[in-house]
């Protein structure tokens, strides 16, 4: 990013196959965002739905996480952390919200009441990256300078495991496989790195990128990842193999986010380019891209259910769009 980070997502090639995509509209009504949030002054560089999709949580450069209503697009809270706040996550159940900042600390508030919890210190530098595992109570974050590493956190103790140490460079995102056994993490070393959840075990080194890797996910179910890179390409990667399962070119300019659908093949990325691009990640095909963002855009989220996307950037406002029935 500009000042500078970002954040990203994966399946198996048989599990690709068995799921179906939405029907993506071509009416150019479609592509325009259904809700604009205003609220933000500075960079938004994170979203979140909860678990029901009626709520959206954003991160932004202006030391403020916001919590908005999607049935009346209004703000409901606004959360202030001592530092560019650069991700944001709900727990699986939406009982809980994690934000991570620049002030080096992850803070735990109410998902439903927005009220303080408890806040989580031990990275020694910026915390650019955060993700819930699936069953929800563990919190895994990435560290950026002066750190550097990945982090497990109980959230019953507010303790860390040791640390995963292997990155040499910040590292810009960070997710959990969908049986929660597999963390991957991403940096600005050019890699993504694999790693067992119990043991802290590194399983692969992921090369391939030529420059910063910002996001990374899982897709819903299997073993393929997504990542993000400042070399404009999305690379998807079959973590149980260690080997490439394509390359996405399209965007022109550095890719800053990438977020898998819950329901089915499609992936949603977004870039400096000002787009947000949508991928069948089946066939590796461009399928949509949504334009209206006034800058470059870094953060990018799905519902739940498939229905809706969130994206987030340099202009300051929040788009959501309606990708229509799945």
Request: proline share 5%; net charge positive.
């Amino acid at each position: 990013m500009r000042t500078s980070v970002l954040l990203v997502v994966a399946v198996s090639a048989a599990g690709l196959a068995s799921l179906a995509l939405p029907a993506l509209s071509q009416d150019p009504a479609a592509q325009k965002p259904v809700k604009t949030l205003n609220g933000h002054k500075k960079n938004v560089y994170s979203l979140a739905f909860d678990a029901t999709g009626k709520m959206l949580a954003s991160a932004a450069a202006d030391d403020t996480v916001r919590t908005w209503s999607l049935e009346t697009g209004k703000q409901i809270a606004m959360l202030k952390h001592d530092g560019p706040a650069y991700c944001v996550a709900y727990s699986p159940d939406g009982s809980t919200l994690a934000t991570a900042s620049g002030d080096k600390k992850v803070r735990l508030w109410d998902g439903k009441s927005d009220k303080a919890g408890s806040t989580l210190i031990g990275h020694t530098g910026p915390v650019y990256s955060l993700a819930f595992s699936p069953a929800g109570g563990t919190l895994a974050t990435g560290g950026g300078e002066d750190d550097f590493t990945c982090k497990i956190w109980n959230l019953k103790t507010g303790e860390p495991e040791p640390p995963f140490k292997g990155h040499r460079r910040p590292v810009y995102g960070i997710a959990f496989s969908a049986d929660g056994t597999t963390l991957a993490s991403s940096s600005s070393d050019k890699t993504v790195r694999v790693w067992e959840v119990k043991t802290g075990t590194a399983l692969q080194v992921l090369e391939g990128h030529g420059n910063h890797v910002y996001r990374c996910a899982f897709a819903p179910r299997g073993s393929i990842l997504a990542s993000a890179s400042q070399d404009r390409s999305v690379r998807l990667w079959n973590v149980a193999t260690g080997k490439s399962a394509g390359v996405l070119k399209g965007h022109n300019d550095q890719v800053y986010g990438a977020a898998f659908c819950p329901k089915n093949n499609l992936l949603a990325t977004t870039s400096d380019d000002r787009t947000v691009r949508l991928w069948d990640t089946k066939t590796n095909e461009l399928k949509r891209t949504l334009t209206g963002h006034d800058g470059p855009v870094f953060a990018v989220a799905i519902s739940p259910d498939g229905r809706f996307l969130a994206s987030g950037g340099g202009d300051r406002t929040i788009r959501v769009w309606d990708l229509g029935e799945n």
